[in-house]
């Protein structure tokens, strides 16, 4: 993880950069290569913009370098209720591994901080439906 005096200097070249016609595509290029997540690219871009990180977030989502580096997975727990679930740093998950998921396998997945249910994927399945990675057969663990 980035210390902040380290965000705060990469979120004033992210300003120089727009103000020099840089465009998404090409801060979030920039951004991939100096950060460590997606999650950090969007703090970045955020300070750099001032506006709310989840809006950061639907910004460098809807770049090429971000839509590029996704991961979809359909999520299905044990009732048989089904979302999707979409990772943008490219992570994977295996059988024993931890997601938050806000509303559970519930539509729509709206990412709230802080909010949501744990929970531990039990079994890892091929997905028929194309552009999906994976299916992934999730149990609740705890809710935040």
Same mark, same amino acid.
């Given at each position: 993880?980035?210390?902040?005096a380290?965000l705060?200097?990469?979120?004033?070249e992210?300003?120089?950069?727009?103000e020099?016609?840089?465009?998404d595509?090409?801060?979030?290029?920039?951004?991939?290569t100096?950060?460590a997540?997606?999650?950090?690219s969007g703090?970045?871009?955020?300070r750099a913009?001032?506006?709310?990180?989840?809006?950061?977030? *639907?910004v460098l989502?809807?770049?090429?370098?971000? %839509?590029?580096?996704?991961?979809?997975?359909? =999520?299905v727990? #044990?009732? +048989?209720? *089904?979302?999707e679930?979409?990772?943008?740093?490219? %992570?994977?998950f295996g059988v024993?591994d931890? =997601?938050?998921? #806000?509303? +559970?396998?519930?539509?729509?997945?709206?990412p709230e901080?802080?909010?949501?249910?744990?929970w531990?994927?039990?079994?890892v399945?091929?997905?028929?439906?194309p552009?999906?990675?994976?299916?992934?057969?999730?149990?609740?663990?705890?809710r935040l």
């Amino acid at each position: 993880m980035t210390d902040d005096a380290e965000l705060d200097r990469m979120a004033e070249e992210v300003r120089d950069l727009y103000e020099r016609g840089s465009s998404d595509d090409e801060i979030a290029a920039w951004l991939k290569t100096r950060t460590a997540s997606f999650g950090e690219s969007g703090k970045v871009l955020a300070r750099a913009t001032g506006v709310p990180t989840v809006d950061a977030y *639907r910004v460098l989502n809807a770049t090429e370098t971000w %839509k590029s580096a996704t991961t979809r997975f359909r =999520i299905v727990d #044990p009732a +048989g209720r *089904r979302t999707e679930f979409n990772s943008p740093d490219g %992570k994977t998950f295996g059988v024993g591994d931890a =997601i938050n998921l #806000p509303n +559970g396998p519930e539509p729509p997945y709206e990412p709230e901080p802080g909010r949501g249910t744990v929970w531990r994927v039990v079994a890892v399945e091929t997905e028929e439906e194309p552009g999906f990675n994976a299916r992934l057969v999730v149990k609740p663990v705890r809710r935040l």
